[in-house]
């Protein structure tokens, strides 16, 4: 089945603590990118890649890091978490520009 | 400035009645347009997408909706709603790249 599949679906974690949410995408797709979901904010891009080892900011990338070393894989790292940084994350994958993104089911983070 | 506008963040309606959400984007450069959806608790799915040729396009789930670039809207409608339509609605915008933009969304209730 093609999917985008992240984990954990959970996470709850303490400041300062280092976490990396993973992604992985089975269908070949080039485009890849993290998205944080906020109430009364929609879907705010963090980063996203166009190929491996090409990565580029999205508008909220502050606190975070990303890799693209393999094609399907693209993990979200969070350096030193902070509250602020309570939200629920999706990754998304897409072959073209146009395509439409497929998404993940998402992970919810809570950081206390 | 690029940007997406969804207009209504909720909109009740009564069963069996006609829905329009609406969205608005700003853009200097080509767009390509697309509307998702997101169950409670769930991912979000792809409901429709603009590329280009027909400006009236249709999706799943009974969904239309009409691109019109002089008023640089993509509204989307449906004739007669269900309960099982219940969910948030949100409307994004790829801005010449693979970089996709969203609105913040328009929670959609529909009314028995």
């Known amino acids: 089945e093609a999917q985008v599949t992240q984990n954990p679906r959970y996470l709850i974690t303490v400041t300062g603590k280092k976490l990396t949410v993973t992604c992985s995408q089975n269908m070949n797709h080039e485009y890849m990118s993290w998205y944080r979901q906020d109430p009364g904010l929609g879907l705010r891009q963090i980063y996203y890649s166009m190929n491996v080892e090409v990565t580029d900011k999205g508008d909220v990338p502050e606190g975070y890091k990303v890799s693209r070393k393999e094609k399907r894989n693209f993990p979200l790292i969070l350096e030193s978490p902070s509250p602020n940084q309570t939200s629920l994350y999706f990754c998304?994958?897409?072959?073209?520009?146009?395509?439409?993104?497929?998404f993940g089911s998402g992970t919810r983070l809570t950081v206390v | 400035a690029q940007s997406v506008t969804q207009l209504d963040s909720q909109v009740p309606v009564f069963e069996e009645a006609p829905v329009e959400l609406r969205c608005n984007y700003s853009?200097?450069?080509?767009?390509?347009l697309f509307w998702y959806v997101q169950y409670p608790n769930q991912g979000l799915q792809l409901l429709l997408k603009?590329?280009?040729?027909?400006?009236l396009v249709k999706g799943i789930n009974g969904f239309e909706a009409e691109f019109n670039k002089s008023q640089t809207s993509f509204h989307l409608r449906k004739p007669s709603v269900h309960i099982s339509d219940t969910a948030e609605y949100f409307c994004?915008?790829?801005?010449?790249?693979?970089?996709?933009?969203f609105g913040t969304g328009t929670r959609l209730t529909i009314i028995p």
């Open positions: 994004a915008v790829a801005f010449g790249n693979e970089k996709l933009t």
């Open positions: 853009s200097s450069v080509s767009v390509y």
């Open positions: 603009y590329l280009s040729g027909s400006t």
């Open positions: 998304a994958s897409s072959f073209y520009t146009g395509g439409g993104y497929t």
